[in-house]
Protein backbone atom coordinates (compact mmCIF):
# COMPACT_ATOMS: atom_id res chain seq x y z
CA UNK A 1 0.00 0.00 0.00
CA UNK A 2 1.18 3.32 -1.24
CA UNK A 3 0.80 5.61 2.03
CA UNK A 4 0.95 9.34 1.36
CA UNK A 5 1.93 12.06 3.77
CA UNK A 6 1.14 15.92 4.27
CA UNK A 7 2.85 18.72 5.01
CA UNK A 8 2.26 20.69 6.74
CA UNK A 9 -0.64 19.77 9.01
CA UNK A 10 -1.86 23.24 9.37
CA UNK A 11 -1.14 26.28 7.30
CA UNK A 12 -2.51 30.13 8.25
CA UNK A 13 -1.93 32.50 5.56
CA UNK A 14 -3.60 35.55 4.48
CA UNK A 15 -5.63 36.03 1.17
CA UNK A 16 -2.65 37.25 -1.69
CA UNK A 17 -0.44 34.87 -0.32
CA UNK A 18 1.44 31.90 -1.79
CA UNK A 19 0.43 28.67 -0.47
CA UNK A 20 2.75 25.66 -1.04
CA UNK A 21 1.57 22.06 -0.09
CA UNK A 22 3.56 18.80 0.07
CA UNK A 23 2.48 15.29 -0.67
CA UNK A 24 5.17 12.54 -0.07
CA UNK A 25 4.36 8.97 -0.74
CA UNK A 26 6.28 5.69 0.59
CA UNK A 27 6.36 4.41 -2.74
CA UNK A 28 7.42 5.62 -5.97
CA UNK A 29 3.72 7.12 -8.18
CA UNK A 30 4.39 5.86 -11.37
CA UNK A 31 3.06 7.55 -14.38
CA UNK A 32 2.70 10.54 -12.24
CA UNK A 33 -0.73 9.35 -11.08
CA UNK A 34 -1.48 12.01 -8.53
CA UNK A 35 -4.32 13.98 -8.13
CA UNK A 36 -5.26 17.21 -5.45
CA UNK A 37 -8.70 18.00 -3.98
CA UNK A 38 -10.13 20.68 -1.55
CA UNK A 39 -12.77 20.32 0.90
CA UNK A 40 -14.50 23.16 2.32
CA UNK A 41 -16.91 22.24 5.98
CA UNK A 42 -19.95 20.10 5.12
CA UNK A 43 -19.46 19.37 1.26
CA UNK A 44 -18.05 16.98 -1.08
CA UNK A 45 -14.44 17.11 -2.15
CA UNK A 46 -13.33 18.63 -5.49
CA UNK A 47 -10.95 17.49 -7.86
CA UNK A 48 -8.25 20.07 -8.68
CA UNK A 49 -5.34 18.76 -10.06
CA UNK A 50 -4.85 14.99 -11.78
CA UNK A 51 -1.66 13.73 -13.42
CA UNK A 52 0.61 15.55 -10.87
CA UNK A 53 0.12 18.69 -13.06
CA UNK A 54 -3.29 18.65 -15.02
CA UNK A 55 -5.70 20.92 -13.85
CA UNK A 56 -9.58 20.33 -13.75
CA UNK A 57 -12.39 21.53 -16.04
CA UNK A 58 -13.32 25.05 -14.49
CA UNK A 59 -10.08 25.23 -11.86
CA UNK A 60 -8.28 28.99 -11.69
CA UNK A 61 -5.21 29.37 -13.29
CA UNK A 62 -3.70 30.08 -9.67
CA UNK A 63 -3.39 26.70 -8.44
CA UNK A 64 -1.01 24.50 -10.18
CA UNK A 65 0.68 20.89 -9.44
CA UNK A 66 4.05 19.18 -9.85
CA UNK A 67 6.54 16.75 -8.84
CA UNK A 68 7.20 13.38 -9.56
CA UNK A 69 8.19 9.84 -8.13
CA UNK A 70 7.70 10.65 -4.16
CA UNK A 71 7.56 14.31 -4.01
CA UNK A 72 4.38 16.18 -5.21
CA UNK A 73 3.31 19.83 -4.86
CA UNK A 74 0.33 21.74 -5.16
CA UNK A 75 0.50 25.42 -5.28
CA UNK A 76 -2.00 28.08 -5.11
CA UNK A 77 -0.34 31.45 -6.36
CA UNK A 78 -2.39 34.08 -4.60
CA UNK A 79 -4.74 33.19 -2.36
CA UNK A 80 -8.27 34.21 -2.97
CA UNK A 81 -11.35 33.50 0.40
CA UNK A 82 -12.88 30.56 -1.36
CA UNK A 83 -8.90 28.50 -1.12
CA UNK A 84 -9.19 28.35 2.33
CA UNK A 85 -10.22 24.49 3.10
CA UNK A 86 -8.76 21.24 3.44
CA UNK A 87 -6.33 20.00 0.87
CA UNK A 88 -5.93 16.13 0.20
CA UNK A 89 -3.49 14.48 -1.97
CA UNK A 90 -4.42 11.18 -3.61
CA UNK A 91 -2.83 8.45 -5.52
CA UNK A 92 -4.09 6.00 -8.20
CA UNK A 93 -1.53 4.02 -9.60
CA UNK A 94 -1.84 0.99 -6.94
CA UNK A 95 -4.88 -0.32 -5.31
CA UNK A 96 -5.81 0.87 -2.46
CA UNK A 97 -6.63 3.96 -4.00
CA UNK A 98 -5.46 6.26 -0.97
CA UNK A 99 -5.30 9.83 0.03
CA UNK A 100 -3.16 11.37 2.05
CA UNK A 101 -4.45 12.70 5.49
CA UNK A 102 -5.03 16.55 4.45
CA UNK A 103 -3.64 19.82 5.24
CA UNK A 104 -5.88 22.50 6.27
CA UNK A 105 -5.08 26.45 4.62
CA UNK A 106 -7.13 28.91 7.15
CA UNK A 107 -6.99 32.50 7.26
CA UNK A 108 -4.39 33.96 9.70
CA UNK B 1 -24.63 15.21 -10.67
CA UNK B 2 -24.49 12.48 -7.69
CA UNK B 3 -27.18 12.14 -5.32
CA UNK B 4 -27.05 9.28 -2.57
CA UNK B 5 -29.68 7.95 -0.50
CA UNK B 6 -30.14 5.48 2.06
CA UNK B 7 -27.68 6.22 4.99
CA UNK B 8 -28.96 6.18 9.01
CA UNK B 9 -28.51 4.29 12.14
CA UNK B 10 -27.42 0.39 12.07
CA UNK B 11 -26.74 -2.00 14.35
CA UNK B 12 -23.40 -3.70 14.91
CA UNK B 13 -23.14 -6.72 12.45
CA UNK B 14 -26.32 -4.98 10.90
CA UNK B 15 -27.01 -4.05 7.25
CA UNK B 16 -27.88 -1.20 5.12
CA UNK B 17 -27.56 -0.58 1.48
CA UNK B 18 -26.73 2.88 0.13
CA UNK B 19 -28.01 4.10 -3.46
CA UNK B 20 -26.44 7.07 -5.86
CA UNK B 21 -28.51 8.41 -8.80
CA UNK B 22 -26.49 9.61 -11.34
CA UNK B 23 -27.82 12.30 -14.14
CA UNK B 24 -25.71 13.70 -17.47
CA UNK B 25 -24.13 10.11 -17.79
CA UNK B 26 -24.15 6.43 -17.58
CA UNK B 27 -22.61 4.54 -14.74
CA UNK B 28 -22.10 1.91 -16.97
CA UNK B 29 -20.11 3.77 -19.10
CA UNK B 30 -18.19 5.06 -16.65
CA UNK B 31 -16.12 3.68 -13.10
CA UNK B 32 -17.65 4.05 -10.33
CA UNK B 33 -16.53 4.43 -6.31
CA UNK B 34 -17.71 4.49 -3.08
CA UNK B 35 -15.37 6.75 -0.49
CA UNK B 36 -16.14 7.31 2.90
CA UNK B 37 -14.92 9.72 5.42
CA UNK B 38 -14.86 8.81 9.04
CA UNK B 39 -15.73 12.17 11.38
CA UNK B 40 -13.31 14.57 11.31
CA UNK B 41 -10.86 12.06 9.21
CA UNK B 42 -9.37 11.84 5.98
CA UNK B 43 -10.35 9.76 3.35
CA UNK B 44 -10.95 6.32 2.26
CA UNK B 45 -11.74 4.36 -1.11
CA UNK B 46 -13.65 1.50 -0.64
CA UNK B 47 -14.82 0.26 -3.64
CA UNK B 48 -14.91 0.49 -7.30
CA UNK B 49 -17.16 -1.14 -10.15
CA UNK B 50 -15.43 -0.85 -13.72
CA UNK B 51 -17.61 0.00 -16.89
CA UNK B 52 -17.18 -3.94 -17.92
CA UNK B 53 -18.47 -4.75 -14.48
CA UNK B 54 -15.92 -6.45 -12.92
CA UNK B 55 -15.04 -4.94 -8.83
CA UNK B 56 -12.46 -4.25 -6.49
CA UNK B 57 -12.57 -3.44 -3.20
CA UNK B 58 -10.48 -2.20 0.02
CA UNK B 59 -9.71 -5.11 2.43
CA UNK B 60 -11.33 -3.67 5.09
CA UNK B 61 -14.47 -4.04 3.14
CA UNK B 62 -14.04 -7.22 1.70
CA UNK B 63 -16.30 -9.81 1.95
CA UNK B 64 -19.11 -7.42 3.95
CA UNK B 65 -19.68 -5.32 1.09
CA UNK B 66 -20.24 -5.27 -2.32
CA UNK B 67 -20.77 -2.53 -5.29
CA UNK B 68 -23.09 -2.94 -8.37
CA UNK B 69 -25.27 -0.75 -10.41
CA UNK B 70 -29.10 -0.82 -12.48
CA UNK B 71 -27.46 -0.18 -15.92
CA UNK B 72 -30.99 0.74 -17.02
CA UNK B 73 -32.02 3.68 -13.83
CA UNK B 74 -28.57 4.61 -13.57
CA UNK B 75 -27.94 3.88 -10.04
CA UNK B 76 -25.02 2.89 -8.45
CA UNK B 77 -25.46 0.81 -5.31
CA UNK B 78 -23.43 -0.31 -2.27
CA UNK B 79 -24.91 -3.39 -0.20
CA UNK B 80 -23.20 -2.92 3.64
CA UNK B 81 -23.40 -6.30 5.64
CA UNK B 82 -21.45 -6.88 8.97
CA UNK B 83 -21.80 -3.35 10.07
CA UNK B 84 -18.64 -2.99 12.17
CA UNK B 85 -18.21 0.83 14.63
CA UNK B 86 -15.26 1.38 12.05
CA UNK B 87 -17.39 1.99 9.18
CA UNK B 88 -19.20 4.60 10.62
CA UNK B 89 -18.75 7.19 7.94
CA UNK B 90 -20.00 9.76 5.49
CA UNK B 91 -20.35 7.53 1.95
CA UNK B 92 -19.61 9.90 -1.09
CA UNK B 93 -20.06 8.11 -4.76
CA UNK B 94 -17.61 9.10 -6.71
CA UNK B 95 -17.21 9.05 -10.60
CA UNK B 96 -13.65 8.68 -12.49
CA UNK B 97 -12.36 10.73 -15.05
CA UNK B 98 -10.50 8.84 -18.15
CA UNK B 99 -10.45 5.49 -16.65
CA UNK B 100 -8.46 5.89 -14.14
CA UNK B 101 -9.47 6.08 -10.39
CA UNK B 102 -9.32 9.66 -9.75
CA UNK B 103 -12.22 11.42 -8.97
CA UNK B 104 -14.02 14.52 -11.14
CA UNK B 105 -17.51 14.15 -9.82
CA UNK B 106 -19.03 13.55 -6.55
CA UNK B 107 -21.97 13.45 -4.57
CA UNK B 108 -23.10 15.38 -1.32
CA UNK B 109 -22.58 11.91 0.51
CA UNK B 110 -25.13 10.06 3.15
CA UNK B 111 -24.23 9.36 6.54
CA UNK B 112 -23.44 5.92 8.25
CA UNK B 113 -23.89 5.08 11.85
CA UNK B 114 -23.02 2.16 13.39
CA UNK B 115 -24.11 2.27 16.78
CA UNK B 116 -26.11 -0.11 19.74
Same mark, same amino acid.
Given at each position: EIVLTQSPGT??? =??????????? $? =????????LAWYHQKPGQA???????? =? =?? $?TGIP $?? &????????????????????? &? $??? &??????????TFGPGTKVDIK | QLVESGGGLAQPGGSLRLS????? @????????? *????????GLEWVSVIYSGGSTHY???? /?????ISRDSSKDMLYLQMDSLRADDTAMY??? /???? *???? @??? *????TLVTVSS
Open positions: LSL =SPGERATLSCR $A =SHSVGNRYPRLLIYGA =S =SR $A $AR &FSGSGSGTDFTLTISRLEPED &F $AVY &FCQQYDDSPF | CAASG @FSVSSNYMS *WVRQAPGKADSV /KGRFTYCA /KSLE *WLLF @FDC *WGQG
